[in-house]
Nanobody, 132 residues
Framework: VQLQASGGGLVEPGGSLRLSCTASGFRLNDYAIGWFRQAPEKEREGLSCIKGNSGSAHYGESVRDRFTTFRDIAKNTVYLEMNNLKPEDTAVYYC??????????????????????????WGQGTQVTVSS
């Protein structure tokens, strides 16, 4: 089970960016995928979780109205579409597989809370910088 995040870069405030998370070793239908970010000197923040079975997703409150996650099953890739970016969105962005007691699962948390302790198989992050 491996994930690779990509697509980061420098974008001006108000701009948009699409991140990719490409999976290998498993099918996206089988596992739920989460997106996270970590800014310097801050804790890792959960952004979204997309279910493996249905493809439905939920979001953290800070990005709910601006970020969208979706997937392309044929490409085995999950995307994070980020709109109206702000300087406070500057961070390293990661994707990871949802786990229950260390075992990958297709389900996101029923509480809709996205917390890093529920995820594993972290991919390498991709840097997003929002600045003029």
């Amino acid at each position: 089970v491996q994930l690779q995040a990509s697509g980061g870069g420098l974008v001006e405030p108000g701009g948009s960016l699409r991140l990719s998370c490409t999976a290998s070793g498993f099918r996206l239908n089988d596992y739920a995928i989460g997106w996270f970010r970590q800014a310097p000197e801050k804790e890792r923040e959960g952004l979204s979780c997309i279910k493996g079975n249905s493809g439905s997703a939920h979001y953290g409150e800070s990005v709910r109205d601006r970020f969208t996650t979706f997937r392309d099953i044929a490409k085995n890739t999950v995307y994070l579409e980020m709109n109206n970016l702000k300087p406070e969105d500057t961070a390293v962005y990661y994707c990871a597989v949802r786990q229950v007691f260390g075992t990958p699962t297709q389900y996101c948390a029923m509480t809709e809370v996205v917390q890093q302790s529920d995820f594993g198989s972290w991919g390498q992050g991709t840097q997003v910088t929002v600045s003029s």
